[in-house]
């Protein structure tokens, strides 16, 4: 058996897909495809598909991660391509690589997201990050499917920076008031701290609340680079590790 892990993104109008929505459009890929998927055993087979640790809907991702495992070979690239050409645009597969070490879920230790602020003055901005960078606790509260939930903010916060957007420029192309671009890195923990949960620390810490939502893209996932605070890429040991040999059909 073949496992092939893959990276996918989520532009655009598709943001705003959900978890469960992607996983039936993966699917129907899949048979269109043509990919030999192994299956789940039972009354109600399943494709063996891993999903790892989905962005909220909402939020627009360039690094979202799954593997399949499939009962003949095939390479990487080309299964790739050919999937790609039968998901939806916006939601693309960017990247695939055979699975030659282990749960690569594990490497998945921390996200890097860009939130753009729209009608927040830069200024501003960088006051709140600084009085929120200065807190030692930043309690928020979210509710939660077992109630309303309060936790820290700052704890999985390890880099938080802004800037001013480059063009002042909104998506159509006209020229739009100011605006704030955030960067942030935050560990996954449990419970998992996500961008709306920092822009409300952000609000209880130095009011900062931006007219309009924001608009959220997790830029990268994978693990930590302790030393310089960056995220990694969570497929490059796979990359890295040495084929192993196999008769066609054969398993890795």
Known sequence: MQRVRLRYTKRGRLRFTSHRDFQRAFERALRRAGVPMAYSAGFTPHPKVSYANAAPTGTGSEAEFLEIALVERRDPEELRSRLDESMPPGLDIVEAVEALTSDFTERLEASEWELRLDGVDPAEAERAVESFLASEVVEVERQTKKGLRTFDARAAVTSLTSAEAASGAGADGRREGACAILRLVVRHLTPAVRPDDVLSGLRATADLAPPVPAAVTRLAQGPLDEETG???????????????????????
């Open 230 to 252: 960056t995220v990694t890429d969570p497929l490059a040991p796979d990359r890295d590790a040495p084929l192993v040999a196999t008769a066609p059909g054969g398993s890795a």
